[in-house]
């Protein structure tokens, strides 16, 4: 899949990034620019609280502007997504086989992963375990806490 540094996102994931990175430039970037020259106005930069802040909070713009023009060079949109068998950018519905517990989760890449809304990476262990299985197979997935089985229950 890809080489190492590629970026898997879906339409909306990528949708996100480019509208992150369009604020940091049109928006975060110019606000910091007047906040330095703000900042310089005050007199001693020795001793300037307001400008040691700002120069900061450049780093840190432009360090996630480089970082996001990097992960957008090397995007790869998951577009078509198989219903057959696991892959990124499916909704699996899975149970699990020790308590009948069921949930479902979205596999996305690993920028777009997000627990709270069941979005799992594609290099997290349960979409390891999935990857390529089809409704109703019984895979182990290995975790940190020792392995367990689920079941696919759906493909979406």
Do not use: C, W
Not at 12 to 40: F, S, T, W, Y
Not at 48 to 57: G, K, L, P, Q, S
Not at 90 to 95: A, D, P, Q
Not at 121 to 144: M, Q, R, Y
Request: charged share 35%; hydrophobic share 35%; no cysteine.
């Amino acid at each position: 899949m890809g080489n190492k540094n590629t970026v898997y996102l879906t339409q909306e994931g990528l949708d996100e990034l480019k509208q992150e990175l369009d604020n940091l430039i049109n928006v975060k970037r110019p606000e910091n620019i007047q906040a330095i020259k703000e900042a310089r106005a005050l007199g001693d930069l020795s001793e300037n609280a307001e400008y040691d802040a700002a120069r900061n909070e450049q780093a840190v713009i432009e360090a996630r502007i480089k970082q996001l023009e990097k992960m957008l060079e090397n995007v790869s949109i998951i577009t078509e997504v198989s219903k057959d068998k696991v892959s990124i950018g499916n909704t699996v519905s899975i149970k699990y086989v020790d308590d009948d517990e069921e949930d479902e989760y979205k596999i996305v890449g690993s920028q777009e992963a997000d627990p709270f809304e069941s979005k799992i990476s594609n290099e997290s262990p349960i979409a390891k375990a999935l990857f390529d299985h089809k409704v109703g197979d019984v895979v182990t997935v290995e975790s940190p806490n020792g392995n367990y089985e689920i079941e696919i229950i759906d493909i979406k």
